[in-house]
């Protein structure tokens, strides 16, 4: 074992438990972390996780990816990673390994420190290729996602046309403005309709324009989306809604490229790259009879699937720390740190709302509390109404299901740490009483 000077002065006079855990407790605050001998995460501080966008309760007990593997050769070695608000970072490397009454590694400790600015920009081209967290506005670190990118990419390419299918707020219009960004069209207009938004002659009008007179109010001529986005991009929201005459229309410009506006007798050409979007399958709807299979077959050239945010669980810390980041910028308050029972609530959440639904948690959040900290009082009221699927968090908010003794342990000491020993406080996190939250502190030796 490597000593240090009065090292032994140190264990002589502390109990090495408490040594360790306030020693811990020191390190929180910077980027330090620790692994078994077969490269398992054992300790993850909130600085690594504010760092990487990846909560502890994500990390421990799993073996860790490549980049943060702990061995003497990875000492000083530089590591660059894409961080929560998608920026790559330069990082150096620190090891100590630890070893055994014999000899042998048992793990090793981390530390990552920032580098300069030049080891950034060398760093930078080889993880871009291969991992994109923000892709124009998409925040992913999702498997998933990231085969979306590709697509997005190659079809931008192209003037083909896209559908993209997906539940509500799960970012198809982000989709259609990424493929219009990346597309010799950028610099033409992006226009964006929802079908299920207007009535059908609205609708029609909207879509395809009118000239003078075409109906009482037409007191003069008025271009469609059509033609204002000629050259451009036009995504159709909620395509499956589009009434059947105006799904022939929609059908005549996708394979003549004119159409004639409400009340005219000429058609006007145009061109425009169409990108259409979905909640609904298409091919359900056609079964149905409520939309033209011809019409399908010349919307879904390429098609585009987003998994709902529940299916790509890895976004959830990302996406959260995204807009925490946004709003810490406006400077109402700032958060800093989640408190582990809040983001166990989180992360266990369906997110029926997706993405749209997160980002109203944390304005929530920002709008309802203050301080450094986004607490489980802080989330809307859904988050805190039991559900038959309760995660241990709620269950032990409501005292429904039992918890191993570990685990409450666990719940009771993060509390306490949150809310610097004070009993009423960690009390109000665990949703228990400060007599029930005394006694198991007792019973646990907290
Ligand atoms: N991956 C993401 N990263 C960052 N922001 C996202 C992401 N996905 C969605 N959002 C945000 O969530 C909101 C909803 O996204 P968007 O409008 O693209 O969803 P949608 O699938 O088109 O929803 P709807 O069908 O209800 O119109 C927007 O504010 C968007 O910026």
Known sequence: MKQIPAFSLLLAHFDHNELLASLLALVAGSPVYCVDKGQHILYWSEAMAQLTGL??????????????????????????????????????????????????????????????????????????????????????????????????????????????????????????????????????????????????????????????????????????????????????????????DLQAKLLRVIQERNFIPVGGDRSVSVDVRLVAASHRSLREQVKKGE???????????????????????????????????????????????????????????????????LHNVIEYAFAVGRGSILKVAELPPEFREPTSTESPAIALLTNKLRLSAEEEAVAIRQALQQSNGSLGHAGDLLGMSRATLWRKRKRYGL
């Open 55 to 244: 909560p502890a309760c994500d990390v421990v007990a799993k073996r860790c990816a490549p980049e943060y593997a702990l061995t003497t050769e990875e000492d000083g070695q530089v590591l660059s990673l894409i961080n929560k608000d998608g920026q790559t970072v330069c990082l150096k490397k620190s090891v100590q390994m630890v070893y055994d009454q014999y000899g042998a590694v048992s793990g090793g400790l981390g530390l990552l420190n920032a580098c300069g600015q030049a080891l950034a920009k060398e760093a930078v081209p080889s993880i871009q290729k291969t991992t994109k967290q923000n892709f124009y506005g998409i925040i992913s670190r999702s498997p998933a996602m990231q085969a979306v990118f590709q697509i997005i990419e190659n079809a931008a390419e192209t003037t083909a046309t896209v559908l993209v299918r997906g539940e509500s707020g799960a970012g198809k219009e982000l989709v259609a403005r990424a493929i219009h960004q990346l597309s010799a069209r950028r610099n033409a207009p992006f226009l964006a309709i929802n079908c299920a938004a207007l009535s059908s002659s609205l609708l029609e009008s909207e879509l395809f324009g009118h000239v003078r007179g075409a109906f009482t109010g037409a007191v003069k001529d008025h271009h469609g989306m059509f033609q204002r986005a000629h050259g451009g991009t036009l995504f159709l929201d909620e395509v499956a809604e589009l009434p059947l």
């Open 291 to 357: 939309f033209r299979e011809d019409l399908m077959y010349r919307l879904r050239v390429v098609p585009i699937f987003l998994p709902p945010l529940r299916e790509r669980r890895e976004d959830i810390s990302l996406l959260l720390w995204h807009f925490i980041q946004v709003h810490n910028g406006e400077n109402l308050r700032k958060i800093d740190k989640i408190d582990p029972l809040a983001m166990r609530l989180l992360l266990d959440y369906a997110w029926p709302g997706n993405v749209r639904e």
